[in-house]
């Protein structure tokens, strides 16, 4: 998941070959026309340029419903890359427990970007924790928890101060979150020093859990997980010969580029491996690389709009390319921005697939659909709920509660290594196809 601004020297592997790409750039910073611009780096709905001097024409949208695209799970792969479909846990904890649980004066907070809906819904995400926290109210009379929403905006700086006023919050017992890996990094530190146990169900950068920190939960597998287990399904069930690696401009977008071309091996191709700004849409050279590399792959590790427009712009230049794309893309979104060129897309996530009763009751409270994580998000918080029911009420023991774990959510079973890693591997595959 998102982790911010930046790139680092660790994706140097794949930002490296962006001059090769790119070519000479105008004196305001854009590519030269090339025949790829032709194709554009428009959605299916007509576009208007921006009026900034050289910025790329901004795509447009139009609602999922009516692309007459879909995407749908196909299944998990291993980290081989080959199909390994676990049956779905038989007896998930539920949040509602016996009904017998009492407590007074206990919090639980939701930390992260809860606005912004830059790479994640976070607002999706907190109704998951909020779902879990009000099943559990309205059986345990005994025991009110309260909800905390904590919300950073994307900004690591608010994120690790508002980290000392929810450690400073005494009631509040355990955090859902930080939500992206910008936000974990920042605040990361300060919910390990006060012993509160953060449980992020969404920040997939691997760097997370080489802090030392004791009190970092991640509910989904790190994004050298998801890379590996997507480069080698493209290798060794897709048969792709020549993968071109696109990044865009965010450690996470760089880290996961990365950890795919590793993957790929000799199939990734360092000629046409690409930079590209988030939000710019200027793809031109990056498509005319895959062009005259004879690429009959694309990784796209990117947001959701930025890897619909870019799809769009290679549909018209090479529409015979396999387009894959990480977590970030797995989205409705997607299809928006890519229409109906999202036709034969793969998408990967460690996010699991929401089961209808999930989906059903999460719409029916909220009036809206789950997102990525959501699922995750209400998974973790029945395991600190659970953790508050069997009187582990004061942070260090519930703390080491989660450290100990092991049981089965909605999503997969939970059980962490010292590390705050998840043992375990699982990824989900999903395809876009006709409704």
């Known amino acids: 998941m998102r982790i911010g601004p930046r790139v680092t020297g ?145 900004n690591g700086v608010v994120a690790a101060e508002q980290a000392k006023r929810t450690v400073a919050n005494a009631s509040v017992v355990a955090v859902i979150g930080p939500l992206t890996s910008t936000d974990a990094l920042a605040a990361g530190s300060v919910y390990n020093q006060a012993g509160l146990a953060a449980l992020s169900p969404s920040a997939t950068a691997p760097t997370l859990t080489d802090k030392g920190w004791k009190s970092f939960f991640r509910g989904v597998n790190n994004d050298d997980v998801q890379g590996e287990a997507i480069a080698r399904h493209l290798v060794t069930a897709r048969h792709r010969k020549k993968v071109c690696v696109i990044a865009d401009d965010t450690d996470s977008g760089a880290g996961l580029a990365q950890t795919v071309t590793q993957g790929l091996g ?62 970030e893309a797995n989205s409705p979104e997607f299809i928006a921005y890519a229409g109906s060129g999202a036709d034969g897309a793969l998408l990967s996530c460690s996010c699991a697939p929401d089961p209808a009763e999930f989906t059903k009751a999460f719409t029916e409270k909220f009036g809206t659909a789950p997102a990525q994580y959501s699922l995750e998000a209400y998974d973790l918080a029945t395991i600190v709920i659970r953790g508050i029911a069997a009187k582990h009420q004061t942070r260090a023991r519930l703390r080491d509660y989660v450290a100990k774990y092991s049981g089965d959510g909605v999503s997969r079973h939970y059980r962490w290594a010292p590390t705050g890693d998840l043992i375990g591997n699982a990824v989900w595959l999903s395809h876009v196809g006709p409704v």
């Not at 695209?69 to 081989?80: K, P």
């Not at 016996?98 to 912004?116: I, P």
């Open 10 to 154: 660790t994706a140097a592997m794949v930002v490296a070959a962006v001059v090769a790409v790119a070519g000479c750039a105008t004196d305001d910073g854009t590519a030269p026309t090339s025949p790829a611009a032709k194709a554009g780096a428009t959605s299916p709905a007509s576009d208007t340029a921006s009026s900034k001097p050289g910025s790329a024409a901004a795509p447009t949208s139009v609602p999922p419903s009516q692309t007459g695209m879909a995407i749908r799970t196909v299944g998990r792969i291993n980290i081989d890359g080959q199909r390994y479909d676990a049956p779905a846990p038989a007896d998930p904890a539920k949040p509602a427990g016996d009904g017998k649980a009492t407590c007074r004066n206990l919090s639980v907070a939701v930390a992260g970007d809860l606005t912004s809906r830059d790479g994640i819904d976070g607002a999706a995400i907190a109704n998951g924790v909020q779902l879990a926290v009000d099943r559990f109210n309205a059986a345990n009379p005994g025991c009110h928890l309260g909800l905390i929403r904590v919300d950073s905006k994307g």
């Open 266 to 327: 000799s199939v990734a191709v360092p000629g046409c491996a690409a930079n590209v700004r988030r939000g710019h849409h200027d793809y031109a050279a990056a498509v005319d690389a895959v062009v005259k590399q004879g690429a009959d792959g694309v990784y796209f590790a990117g947001a959701a709009r930025d890897a619909g427009a870019f799809l769009t712009a290679l549909r018209a230049a090479a529409p015979g390319v396999l387009f894959a794309a990480g977590d």
